[in-house]
């Protein structure tokens, strides 16, 4: 009987593990075109509909991105998402402070200044009017923006 509580406690600790894997996201990778030409940076940006932890994908250089949720690239839980997507490009208009002194006498930001690459309603998923649906399985999404 001894022998049989081992290899029932074994099974149970098997299945455990390979639950731990099961985190029910599906992968999600997509492009990001702005006029025509791809996105080079940037980040999408997928909120659940219903609520819950949003998802998130850098933009690679030639528009591509990957959601992630928990882990890199693990993707995002199938459902309904409103989407915002970001796309900023800082620059340093001239030399950058030596000193802390110095930069706290530029205002903090030295002289960096911020450019939006994309309109800013596309910031923020209750403006942008974009959504997506992920299904089960390997989804792919593209945003083709005006």
Same mark, same amino acid.
């Given at each position: ?13 098997? !299945? ?12 999600v ?5 702005? @006029?025509? @030409?791809?996105?080079p940076?940037? =980040? ?15 933009i ?10 928990? @882990? ?16 900023? @490009? ?5 030399? !950058?402070?030596? =000193? ?5 006498e ?29 299904? !089960? ?10």
């Amino acid at each position: 009987m001894e022998a049989r509580s081992c290899v029932l406690v074994g099974i149970g600790v098997l !299945a455990l593990l390979c639950g731990c894997s099961d985190s029910g996201l599906t992968p999600v990778r997509g492009t990001v075109t702005f @006029e025509g @030409e791809p996105l080079p940076t940037g =980040s999408v940006r997928f909120f659940p509909a219903e609520g819950g932890r949003p998802s998130i994908g850098q933009i690679q250089p030639d528009g591509t991105y990957e959601l992630s949720t928990t @882990e890199p690239g693990d993707g995002a839980k199938p459902g309904q998402y409103k989407v915002a997507i970001e796309s900023v @490009e800082s620059t340093q208009a001239g030399p !950058a402070p030596t =000193s802390l002194e110095q930069e706290m006498e530029m205002g903090g930001t030295g002289n960096t200044s911020v450019t939006y690459l994309l309109p800013q309603e596309y910031s923020s998923h209750q403006s942008s009017g974009l959504t997506a649906t992920v299904e !089960a399985g390997d989804n792919t999404i593209d945003f083709k923006l005006p």
